[in-house]
């Protein structure tokens, strides 16, 4: 559930400043909201550390290399702005070398043809009226150039030679005259020889430093805890003499924070947040429901204060929806054994329980659909003995029709948890009306995409449904008005209702596809069979990685149409538009 909150204004000496920021995140429940923009000398400088500690584990975690195991150095570990800053000017080093290397390397390329010459000996020559001048000039075109000048034929490629004009005076002889570089080839090849020594001891340098990361990551964890102090403290407004800053509580800890203002002898109001306030979002629910919070981190989003909380819910729905989307008990019990190896590798890991106790419910409802429909790794090649537990769900059209029934009880859950909060307004009573349409819609479904016939009684989810809707959506003393604001918002949704319905139809055509491709792979595999030693080991990749492929597909699917489910569809009729923050109280580690 979202935790309700409470708004505290808080008013300090001006002098006390920084000892009552400091004693707000040693009790740890506010969520500061500030009062003017935190800048100032403190802010900029924590940020400028945090660019540099980040730019240095960047650069670091590309640098990891097994071969080194040496621990970090004493300065590298108490001293990590000195570190920081020295892995960021290896790294500048570095890329100036490479790009310096590059460019030689193609000098060289260029060069080569031409032999090893001294580009200066040449520059001496012009002062006395010997020029020596490099063209690249067609073979055809030799015989045509000037009188009175020496040719040298240095190197021929392709129709082109690489010639050298010799003169006691500076002619035009009608083509492009080469730049002389900087060096000989000589001292071009030496310069890259050593170059590459050197980067390759800046490299080495930076992989043995490279086990500082960890420590670097904590420093930058540190220097965040300071950024928001600093912003704390710089975002505070300010009356003469006192300070103050405005933030949000849960109101189940709102009495710690009074008491705290007694013990620091703040200033101290507590109330209710306005309608206009943003107010932060927190979630508390049951261990067994918020294991489903990692799939809220992963996806970013997080409900505002005053939408639901549908937690319980996505958890319900989407171990259904993984089941019917894997639909093999055979990759269930394949996710449940990958989970159980993750779960003891990580046993020191706390935080990762949530996660791993939420991979054990959705691989077990695999292996349940997979057990009711006798799914495993393809059905076809196993036993005739091997039945499903439930026959009808090896019909299409029954499972389609579950889909249906799926998706109608699951978009009236949301509607019906709308009519309880507006309830006992008159508004309520248009969520009822939308719950009749989607179960007329699940009527209609079965009808037009199974053939089946529409019930008589179906009706009246139609009459009835529509009715509430537009009487009720728009409560408002005068009648024309209501009615014209309950007929807007049907048209609107209408359709949208219906086809909300019909989408959950993915489930069968996902889960269908995952078996169809394990038949596949196990007919293929068969057709060559265990006749011989080879025709065994085809047969045997054949299905290993035949299945290891769909077993990969597998979870894409759920976070695709799974997820989709219940981010889109479900929230969109329970009208949770995921428009909050969250709840982040300043706080010591």
């Given amino acids: 559930m979202i935790v309700p909150m409470k708004k505290a204004t808080i008013v300090a000496q001006a002098k006390d400043a920084a000892s009552s920021v400091a004693a707000l995140r040693a009790l740890g429940v506010v969520h500061v909201e500030h009062v003017t923009v935190p800048d100032g000398a403190d802010v900029a400088r924590v940020k400028d550390d945090i660019n540099l500690m980040e730019q240095a584990e960047a650069t670091l975690s590309g640098f990891k290399d097994k071969k080194h195991f040496a621990p970090a150095l004493k300065e590298d570990v108490y001293d990590w702005r000195k570190t920081a800053r020295h892995v960021i000017d290896l790294y500048k080093r570095l890329e100036q070398l490479q790009e310096y290397s590059r460019r030689i390397s193609k000098e060289i390329g260029i060069w080569q043809e031409w032999g090893d010459f001294n580009p200066d000996a040449i520059s001496r020559l012009a002062h006395e009226n010997i020029f020596i001048r490099l063209y690249r000039i067609p073979a055809n075109e030799i015989k045509n150039l000037p009188q009175g000048i020496i040719i040298k034929k240095i190197s021929r490629s392709q129709g082109v030679i690489n010639t050298a004009v010799i003169s006691t005076s500076e002619i035009d002889v009608g083509f492009q005259q080469l730049k002389l570089p900087r060096t000989g080839l000589k001292i071009m090849r030496q310069k890259l020889i050593e170059d590459k020594v050197v980067i390759k001891s800046i490299i080495d340098e930076l992989q043995k430093r490279a086990c500082c990361v960890r420590r670097l990551s904590e420093a930058r964890k540190e220097l965040y805890k300071q ?349 949770v538009k995921w428009s909050g923050f969250e709840y982040r109280p300043l706080k010591e580690e």
Wanted: proline letters at 5%.
């Fill in 227 to 575: 950024l928001e102090f600093h912003q704390a403290l710089g975002g505070m407004g300010q009356a003469q003499d006192l300070v103050y800053l405005s933030g949000y509580v849960p109101q189940d800890r709102a009495d710690m924070l009074f008491n705290e203002a007694k013990k620091e002898k703040w200033g101290i109001i507590i109330n209710d947040p306005s309608a206009s306030d943003d107010v932060p979002t927190l979630i508390r629910n049951p261990e067994w429901v918020s294991i489903i919070s990692p799939v809220f981190k992963v996806l970013e989003i997080v409900p505002g204060y005053k939408e639901f909380d549908i937690s319980l819910w996505f958890l319900v729905f989407l171990s259904v929806f993984f089941g019917i989307l894997i639909g093999d008990a055979g990759y269930g019990f394949i996710f449940l054994c990958l989970t159980m190896f993750a779960a003891a590798k990580f046993k020191d890991a706390p935080q990762t329980r949530p996660l791993f106790a939420l991979f054990y419910i959705l691989s077990s409802s695999a292996i349940v659909w997979g057990i009711l429909s006798a799914t495993f790794f393809g059905q076809e090649w196993l036993p005739a003995a091997v039945k499903p537990v439930l026959p009808a769900l090896r019909n299409d059209g029954n499972v389609q029709a579950i889909c249906f029934f799926i998706g109608a009880l699951h978009l009236s859950i949301a509607h019906a948890w709308r009519a309880i909060t507006k309830a006992p307004s008159l508004a309520a009573l248009s969520d009822a009306g939308w719950i009749a349409i989607l179960w007329g819609s699940f009527f209609l479904a079965k009808t037009l995409v199974l053939g089946q016939n529409f019930p008589v009684f179906a009706k009246w989810f139609f009459i009835i449904g529509p009715c509430m809707v537009i009487l009720f959506a728009n409560p408002h003393r005068n009648i024309f008005k209501a009615l014209a604001g309950g007929l807007g918002s049907f048209l609107l949704s209408f359709v949208n209702c219906f086809t909300d319905v019909v989408s959950y139809i993915r489930l069968f055509a996902v889960g269908l596809a995952t078996v169809a491709v394990a038949d596949s792979f196990n007919k293929m595999a068969l057709s060559i069979g265990f006749g011989s030693v080879f025709a065994g080991i085809a047969t045997a990749l054949i299905l290993v990685l035949g299945h290891a492929l769909n077993i990969l597909l597998g979870p894409m699917s759920v976070l695709v149409h799974g997820v989709r489910l219940n981010v889109l569809e479900f929230c969109g009729h329970a009208d």
